[in-house]
């Protein structure tokens, strides 16, 4: 068979450690002999960043600007412990908080499914999708750690130099402070990415903000999505049979257990960064989950949820076997693939992409599938698998069926 063409690249985010390891296995054997891979590669791992000064991760998201859509890595954001561990310059920022203030946008989270596993919630039958946030809030603030007591205050200077103040608190003694924003052209847009998900999945969109106790800062979230479902979407909405529905993130997640599923959760980015996590593990696997950020202005980038898998590096290091499941980072080029079809009008290669996937899931059904699974399949996995020999299985099917 001829090998699939393609038009335009692919922006190739790298990252480091476990994920890092198995990246280029993944390329070489599930994805190159089908496919002329053509990429943008940005190095991501913590060295060439603390190299280059974070710079890489700045043309990074400017490709993806440039093409469309990236496919990225998990990253290392480093802590002290990291600084240390690699001699970095300086504990440099996260990558994706980087990236997305860039992009702007909504990172979507879908629980992939199998039928030998079956969610921790029982009444779960449909996937939850987390519609994440992805701009401003405690991911962009500024903090203070006071030594001694006194007036925290907020202000705020217009452009015309005009300073509104409110007072924060009276400290009596030593304590932390934190200023956080988020601007309505950046919540509109996260309202609308949320309405059109809904729409291309046909499923109701839930949202949930604590409007209650934030009488300015989440009421702001509803207004928002309220008027804008109002004015743009409602109709849309009702011709669908789906639904729009805001309570607080208390009364949400006391539903979402009762619920079976098969909706959309908007959350702002702190909660969608939480819950989404919940989500996924209690689905089975945070491998077992695909994630894409899609920006207002037309840019996505396709990831995996989970981090680097640094424990399972570390047995890497000592030449030992690990059993890391690669799905999400096959997730992430199959998403990345497909929208690339889309926009270049190749359906060859959303073909390929939607093959690929089933061949995973198909797989992991028919009982082959990593320890992280096989923890919690029922019945019981036929065999379990380490790093590459669920690579290569999924490679041998694939050249079987193309
Ligand atoms: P992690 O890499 O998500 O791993 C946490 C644990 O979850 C693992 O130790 C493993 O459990 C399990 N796990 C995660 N992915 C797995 C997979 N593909 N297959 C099998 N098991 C998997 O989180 P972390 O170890 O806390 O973080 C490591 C680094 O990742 C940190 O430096 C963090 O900054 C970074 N991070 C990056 C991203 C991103 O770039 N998207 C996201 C989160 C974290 P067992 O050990 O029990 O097997
Ligand atoms: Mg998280």
Not at 73 to 83: D, E, S
């Amino acid at each position: 068979m001829a090998k699939i063409q393609m038009e335009t690249p692919l922006v190739e985010i790298d990252g480091d450690e476990m994920t890092r390891v198995l990246w280029p296995i993944i390329k070489k054997k599930l994805i190159a002999p089908f496919v002329e891979l053509k990429t943008q590669y940005y190095d991501l791992g913590i060295k060439n960043r603390d190299k280059t000064d974070d710079q890489v991760t700045l043309d990074a998201a400017n490709a993806i600007k440039k093409y469309g859509v990236g496919v990225k890595n998990a990253t290392i954001t480093p802590n002290q412990a990291r600084v240390e561990e690699y001699s970095l310059k300086k504990q440099w920022k996260s990558p994706n908080g980087t990236i997305r203030a860039m992009l702007d946008g909504t990172v979507f989270r879908k629980p992939i499914l199998v039928n030998n596993i079956k969610p921790g919630v029982t009444s779960w039958k449909k996937p939850i999708i987390v519609g994440r946030h992805a701009y401003g809030d405690v991911y962009k603030n500024a903090e203070i750690k006071t030594r001694t007591g006194g007036k925290a205050e907020i202000v705020f200077t217009d452009t015309q130099g005009k300073e509104t103040r409110e007072t924060i608190m009276e400290l009596p003694g030593p304590g932390i402070i934190q200023g956080i924003h988020n601007t309505n052209a950046s919540i509109s847009s996260f309202a609308r990415a949320c309405f059109e998900y809904s729409l291309d999945q046909k499923i109701d969109c839930w949202f949930s903000t604590k409007d209650t106790i934030s009488k300015r800062y989440d009421e702001t979230f509803k207004l928002i999505f309220e008027n804008i479902f109002e004015h743009e979407y409602k109709l849309k909405f009702e011709t669908m049979g789906i639904t729009f529905f805001y309570t607080l993130i208390d009364d949400v997640v006391a539903r979402m257990m009762k619920s079976e599923g098969g909706m959309l959760w908007a959350c702002k980015n702190y909660d969608g960064d939480v819950m989404s996590d919940m989500v996924a593990s209690a689905f089975g696997s945070l491998a077992m989950m695909s994630s894409v950020l899609v920006s207002p202005h037309g840019y996505y980038e396709y990831e995996a949820a989970h981090g680097t898998v640094q424990r399972h590096y570390y047995k890497h290091l000592k030449g030992e076997k690990t059993s890391t499941n690669a799905v999400a980072l096959i997730y992430a080029w199959t998403g990345a693939l497909k929208k690339r079809g889309e926009m270049d009008a190749l359906p060859q290669l959303c073909a390929f992409s939607e093959k690929l996937e089933k061949t995973v899931i198909k797989t992991i059904e028919e009982g082959y599938m990593t320890g992280d699974l096989a923890a919690i399949c029922n019945p019981p996995a036929k065999k379990i698998l380490d790093s590459n020999q669920f690579i290569d299985t999924l490679a041998q099917r694939l050249k079987d069926i193309l």
